[in-house]
């Protein structure tokens, strides 16, 4: 059965910092890894998709990895901003069942100024 | 293109009564899922729907609750004789393959 950790659940640093954001799962039969942002009351932003025959995709100042064989991805913020701070998901779809996609329970993440 | 468009956002029932949430998909999606965030909880997948068909409610619970997506319209959950363990957001997605999946902004569900 599949499972997906994130690690740390909460995070607060200082405006301006690199930060790494953990994801892991128990499976590494997955068919691709996204990452979302969920704002307070809101829905679900996707930030970056990552095939599972991909390393890595970036977007601006986010760029996000993935080991299959280790069943880890990282989610790196470059530069971290007030506006960043939200809750960041990792969900993995199993290569066995592209029905459901299966969410890790959070980073939540806090930028001060 | 408007994205996924989930009515109402918020949602406020008393015990027993019935909830309707729909659930509009990205213009050319044709697949719709539907998830539920408990308080302080991960997202859980309940549905998936194509239209007319019901492909995987492998995460719905066996009584009260039902998903339809018909031909013409959106996609409908229905939670019956609520209760307040249903107190929860309601999230939708759909995707044109499994390439990739576009979420609403949920429909938020208090039942008091």
């Known amino acids: 059965k599949q499972e997906v950790t994130q690690i740390p659940a909460a995070l607060s640093v200082p405006e301006g910092e690199n930060l790494v954001l953990n994801c892991s799962f128990t499976?590494?039969?997955?068919?691709?890894l996204q990452w979302f942002r969920q704002d307070p009351g809101k829905g679900l932003t996707s930030l970056l998709l990552?095939?599972?025959?991909?390393r890595e995709q970036t977007s601006g100042r986010l760029n996000a990895s993935l080991d299959k064989s280790s069943g880890r991805s990282t989610l790196y913020i470059a530069a971290s901003q007030p506006g960043d701070s939200a809750t960041y998901l990792c969900a993995v779809l199993p290569s066995y069942n592209t029905d459901k996609l299966i969410f890790g329970t959070g980073t939540r993440l806090q930028v001060f100024p | 293109n408007a994205g996924v468009m989930q009515n109402p956002r918020h949602l406020v029932r008393r015990r027993g009564q019935e909830a309707r949430l729909r659930c509009s998909p990205m213009k050319g999606h044709s697949h719709v899922y539907w998830y539920r965030q408990l308080p302080e909880e991960g997202l859980k997948f309940m549905v998936y729907?194509?239209?007319?068909?019901?492909?995987?409610e492998s995460g719905m619970p066996k009584e009260r609750f039902s998903a339809e997506f018909p031909k013409e319209g959106p996609s409908i959950l229905r939670i019956q004789q609520v209760v307040r363990g249903d107190s929860a957001a309601y999230f939708c997605?759909?995707?044109?393959?499994?390439?990739?999946?576009?979420f609403g902004s949920g429909t938020r569900l208090t039942v008091v």
């Open positions: 499976d590494s039969a997955i068919y691709n």
């Open positions: 997605a759909s995707s044109l393959d499994s390439y990739g999946y576009t």
């Open positions: 729907l194509q239209k007319e068909n019901i492909i995987d």
């Open positions: 990552i095939q599972s025959s991909q």
